[in-house]
């Protein structure tokens, strides 16, 4: 399987935390399922050559913030370009409240219309991830070049940051705001109230520090990540993911694949990475 990921153009840094690609090759098995996890983030998703059989061989769509886990059945063989966004792109690609859509998702042409299939069609018939990735740069950029991000978007980055692991209260005194006001200027942000919100922050932190080895036992990496015992972490883990940690933890270990050292410059200049299965938003087994 070959995977890479490729840091967006600084124009789009502040809407994009990442595009990576993912295509199956001769020398290698595909994966059978796919199993998706809670995420904060939302990711646009064109499928060029097959890919999850829940969908047609090629699709494009935008798979919002979710709290949800899912399995998918994956084709013989997979072609994918993701587009990682950060949580406030959902008000600035399509102005209106995330939290209306979140555990959504909506095909990409039903969104932008004819120019959302004009794109997909473009990236379809793309000879290359760097082509593929320039179309959808230009596309993002046209679309957001007007808008102007929520100030209360400060303190999601804040809860980002921190792993969930910050003072909601505190913010929401620095904000200015009233309770009521702050928590819905965040729900229309990110899709969820400041605490839930923390809460998958904090279960994402989890996996991050697991793809980069930073944890000697079970244990000590709920700790790490500020679960009050091993039970609150086992519990909330399950509620995310759909399965016990043990069922996630027990995968090869993952070297050199960490999700959030992305590569430096062009994106020609990306480097093929050891695929393990592991997404920033689920894993394929």
């Known amino acids: 399987m070959n995977y890479q990921i490729f840091t967006p153009p600084e124009q789009l840094r502040d809407l994009v935390q990442c595009f990576w690609m993912l295509e199956s090759d001769e020398n ?17 998703i064109f499928q060029y050559n097959e890919g ?3 969908y047609s061989a090629q699709s494009a769509r935008i798979r919002f913030q979710h709290s949800i886990s899912d399995k ?7 072609g994918f370009l993701g587009v990682r966004l950060y949580p406030h792109a959902v008000n600035q690609l399509l102005n209106m409240p995330a939290n209306e ?14 120019e959302g299939k004009d794109l997909a069609d473009q990236v379809y018939s793309a000879a290359s991830t760097t082509e593929r990735i320039a179309r959808v740069s230009d596309y993002l950029t046209k679309k957001t070049a007007s808008q102007k991000s929520d100030p209360v978007k400060y303190f999601v980055d804040q809860v980002i940051a921190g792993k969930g692991s910050v003072d ?27 605490k839930y ?10 996996k991050d520090s697991y793809v980069l080895g930073r944890f000697t036992s079970m244990t000590n990496l709920a700790y790490a990540c500020n679960y009050y015992d091993q039970s609150h972490f086992n519990r909330e883990f399950k509620e995310f993911s759909g399965v016990q940690p043990l069922q996630y933890f027990k995968r090869p270990e ?9 590569s430096d410059g062009h994106p020609s200049a990306a480097k093929q990475r050891e695929f393990n299965g592991y997404l920033p938003c689920g894993w394929f087994v």
Do not use: W
């Open 28 to 44: 290698s098995a595909v994966p059978e399922n796919y199993f998706l996890m809670a995420d904060s983030c939302p990711e646009i």
């Open 254 to 262: 993952p070297e050199n694949n960490s999700f959030s050292k992305f």
């Open 197 to 206: 919100f923390a809460r998958i922050a904090r279960f994402q932190s989890v």
């Open 168 to 194: 909601i209260q505190a913010m929401q005194r620095e904000s200015g705001l009233s309770v009521k006001q702050f928590e819905r200027r965040f729900k229309a942000i990110t899709g969820f109230p400041p």
């Open 72 to 78: 998918f059945v994956v084709g013989k063989k997979v």
């Open 52 to 54: 999850f059989q829940a």
């Open 101 to 114: 859509v979140i555990n959504h998702v909506f095909d990409f042409s039903d969104l932008f219309r004819q």
